[in-house]
């Protein structure tokens, strides 16, 4: 009551001098009534999130300048190819890549459809690509937190490591033969690597204040390692496995030269043969669209197991 009678006095009309009556308005209510305390509650600077108030570097989406691009390019391939600057054996049209993309997905090309050239090519590289991870992430980890380890493995692996599929694929056919199996190791090999090297790059990177965080409040060693390294080395592993992929389906075609019926790396080696540069294409756009399928999915899963990345 006293509250509300005060109010009343405070907003209650007073005769002025000639009889004109004054409101008394608060001070607050009357800028804002203003043109000018409009606009400034208008513009007032929000809170913003960290990192965004003079906005971080290379901050924002960039799915419309790809879409762009991807727009742009093919358009020059179209202009390219209908003005007959280039001969249709050396780069042919879209409109001949598609085709051909319909003609091998029904009628198949090397004694089998495009969809069993792609099958049997995904089960290899996806073979290969859970076997490393079986093995190269707890290798890397390992050689992260031991230094005998790390002794142990590292020199192998950096030997080996810049080395093309096509140099050790000779010894991977006298060693294994010409099956399966060999095609599947050549293609481990080479994913095996970049997977090994990221997992031990990403347990070297956890802070030492983290560690000694978790000692002091009476974490042992396995602890240490599974609840505080383990974690903050789990970007570092998707990025891994992120490039891992990438190579392994590069090294595909070397991993189908060698007596191989069926695959993708074999069709764009059969098709090179004959000179059908559209199915060679074709073939090489479908790796693509497989290899950049899968590292979405990994940045996907990234983003629902390592929510923190970039935040902290």
Not at 113 to 119: R, V
């Amino acid at each position: 009551m006293l509250r509300n009678s005060k109010n009343a006095t405070r907003l209650a009309p007073s005769a002025g001098q000639g009889g004109a009556i004054a409101m008394h308005i608060p001070n607050e209510a009357a800028d804002s009534a203003t043109p000018a305390g409009l606009l400034s509650r208008l513009f007032a600077t929000r809170s913003v999130k960290p990192g965004q108030a003079f906005g971080a570097p290379g901050q924002g989406s960039s799915s419309m300048i790809s879409t762009v691009t991807i727009a742009a390019l093919l358009g020059v391939w179209f202009l390219v190819t209908q003005a007959g600057w280039v001969k249709p054996l050396f780069l042919p049209s879209p409109g001949a890549v598609i085709d051909k993309f319909v003609a091998v997905s029904t009628e198949g090309f090397a004694g089998a459809t495009l969809l069993e050239h792609a099958l049997t090519s995904l089960a290899r590289v996806m073979g290969a690509f859970l076997l490393a991870c079986v093995t190269a992430i707890p290798i890397g980890v390992l050689m992260g937190v031991n230094r005998v380890a790390r002794g142990v493995f590292d020199p192998p692996i950096e030997l080996y490591r810049p080395l093309p599929p096509l140099a050790y694929l000779p010894m991977v056919i006298i060693w294994f033969g010409i099956g399966e199996f060999s095609k599947v190791y050549l293609i481990f090999l080479a994913i095996f690597a970049p997977m090994a090297i990221a997992a031990r790059s990403g347990v070297r990177s956890v802070s030492l204040e983290q560690i000694h965080a978790a000692y002091s409040m009476g974490a042992s060693r396995t602890q240490v390692i599974f609840h505080v390294i383990l974690k903050a080395a789990i970007p570092e592993v998707f990025t891994g496995m992120r490039i891992g992929i990438g190579v392994g389906w590069s090294t595909l075609v070397a991993g189908e030269m060698v007596a191989s019926t069926k695959g993708l790396g074999f069709m764009v080696l059969n098709a090179a043969e004959f000179l059908a540069s559209d199915i060679v294409i074709m073939g090489i756009l479908v790796i693509g669209l497989f290899a950049f399928a899968f590292d979405v999915l990994m940045r996907y899963v990234e983003r629902l197991m390592v929510p923190w990345k970039g935040k902290v």
